[in-house]
């Protein structure tokens, strides 16, 4: 008798141990969701940061019972406008480096390869920055609609919407692929192709290293799909529309037998047009 009232007691704890970790969990989600609504732990001086921010907190939360969705990122969709004399986002002109006068400017005198180049280079950046660059499984999309889809469904976040005045008088812009190859960024000892191209991140669709999944991507999915396109002719015309997007190919879910696992993260400047062949499904933020 001595023995089964032991193993009575035993299990009794383990009920009441399951029920105070679940407890500490659900005190903790209710916390965090708490702090993060708030402001607290996103505050930041860029909203850049805080997009960051909130995108770590939603990959944290993502991985415990019932944490998926409980944290939209805080996101914006900023609206680049090329003009002759400046460049404006979000309807405010920005400083960019004009070579001719070795410096940062707000005005400056005609719209140049370099300039364009730069101001997108560093859009490209810091879109792959605050979604993790591509290191950690983010934008949880466990559904029952999900779940049950076939394939590989790709999911499409607008970073950037890019697009030139009418006062522009060159009509394209090129060397945007040399001059990601060839400029590092700013604060940082590497170049911008080597950051978004050639970095560790998720990609489980192609072969481990040294095969560039930013280029397999490119060459499987985009070229082949519009032969024009390749990373080595990236042009920017004045009477056509761009977006720099971040896209998630494939679900996360451990429900193997009715959908994909794979999942592979990347980032691009695409003509607007092309987007309907890459994305499935286009979040947007807000513009302000």
């Not at 406008?81 to 460049?87: G, I, L, N, P, T």
Request: with cysteine; hydrophobic share 35%.
């Amino acid at each position: 008798m001595r023995k089964i009232e032991g193993e009575d007691e035993g299990s009794e704890f383990n009920w009441k141990s399951l029920a105070a970790i679940l407890l500490v969990v659900i005190v903790f989600v209710i916390i965090i969701m708490f702090l993060i609504r708030s402001g607290v732990l996103i505050k930041s001086k860029s909203d850049r940061s805080a997009c960051m921010n909130s995108v770590l907190a939603q990959s944290v939360l993502m991985e415990l019972p019932f944490g998926q969705n409980l944290i939209p990122p805080q996101c914006k969709t900023y609206n680049v406008k090329f003009s002759e004399d400046h460049v404006d986002i979000n309807d405010k002109a920005v400083s960019v480096y004009d070579l001719r006068s070795k410096d940062f400017v707000t005005k400056f005198n005609g719209l140049t390869n370099d300039i364009v180049n730069g101001v997108l280079a560093e859009e490209l950046r810091g879109c792959w920055q605050q979604y993790l660059e591509g290191r950690k499984y983010i934008i949880d999309r466990k559904s029952w609609i999900s779940i049950l889809q076939t394939g590989q469904p790709r999911f499409c976040v607008l970073c950037d919407e890019v697009s030139f005045a009418s006062n522009v008088k060159t009509e394209k812009f090129t060397g945007f692929y040399d001059f990601t190859n060839e400029k590092t960024m700013r604060n940082a000892n590497m170049t911008y192709y080597a950051y978004y191209a050639k970095g560790q991140t998720i990609c489980t669709d192609y072969s481990p290293a040294p095969v560039n999944c930013w280029e397999s991507y490119f060459a499987d999915q985009i070229t082949k799909k519009n032969p024009n396109l390749t990373p080595e002719n990236i042009l920017f015309y004045k009477n056509t529309t761009y977006a720099v997007v971040f896209i998630m190919r494939g679900l996360k879910t451990k429900i193997d037998i009715l959908s994909e696992s794979d999942v592979d993260f990347f980032s691009y400047v695409l003509p607007t047009s092309e987007l309907s062949n890459q994305c499935d499904s286009i979040q947007r933020g807000p513009s302000q």
